[in-house]
């Protein structure tokens, strides 16, 4: 189940990022920090799982 919840973060990333430029390329300045909230969200949740991953070893 790990790397699957590993695609689903780093997807989120990458939705995260695409929003962030859609919104600096627009200046949708919303759009633009929602792209920000995503990534960071993602970059928490795969911190967690590196830590589980660390455990397991």
């Known amino acids: 189940m790990g790397k699957k919840d590993k695609a689903k973060?780093?997807?989120?990333?990458a939705k995260g990022k695409i929003k962030e430029t859609a919104g600096r390329t627009t200046g949708d300045?919303?759009?633009e920090a929602e792209?920000?909230?995503d990534q960071a969200?993602?970059?928490?949740?795969?911190?967690g799982e590196k830590v589980k991953d660390a455990l397991k070893e």
């Open 9 to 13: 973060n780093m997807a989120q990333i």
């Open 29 to 31: 300045s919303q759009l």
């Open 35 to 37: 792209g920000n909230v």
């Open 41 to 47: 969200k993602g970059n928490v949740k795969q911190a």
